[in-house]
């Protein structure tokens, strides 16, 4: 069964400094907030992900590859340190 969502385009911070943006899709009903925080899913899916920042990687071919866009990552909440909602105005720029 398909969840109705919303589409929440976001900037994340991880631990080890590294920046990601994209979409996180919210269930229809909740906030932000509430989804990141429900402990009962130790994971967030991101569509659109871009990463920049990239730490300790280092091999150049991996490096590249990571500064490509992709469709889904699935990012452990636990390695989140910081998420800023991006609107609609920013997300143009």
């Keep these: 069964m398909k969840v109705p969502t919303s589409k ?7 631990n ?6 994209g979409d996180v899709h ?10 990141l925080n429900n402990t ?3 994971f967030v899916a991101i569509t659109s992900a871009r990463f920049t920042n990239i730490k ?12 490509k866009a992709k ?13 800023e909602e991006i609107s609609k105005d920013e997300q143009e720029i």
Aim: hydrophobic content about 40%.
């Design 16 to 21: 080890d400094g590294t920046f990601a943006r």
């Design 26 to 35: 919210v269930p229809q009903g909740l906030r932000l907030l509430d989804h």
């Design 71 to 83: 469709d889904v990552i699935v990012l452990n909440k636990e390695s989140i340190k910081w998420v």
């Design 40 to 42: 009962k899913e130790r």
């Design 8 to 14: 929440v385009t976001v900037s994340i911070v991880c």
């Design 56 to 67: 300790e990687i280092h091999s150049f071919k991996l490096y590249a590859e990571y500064r």
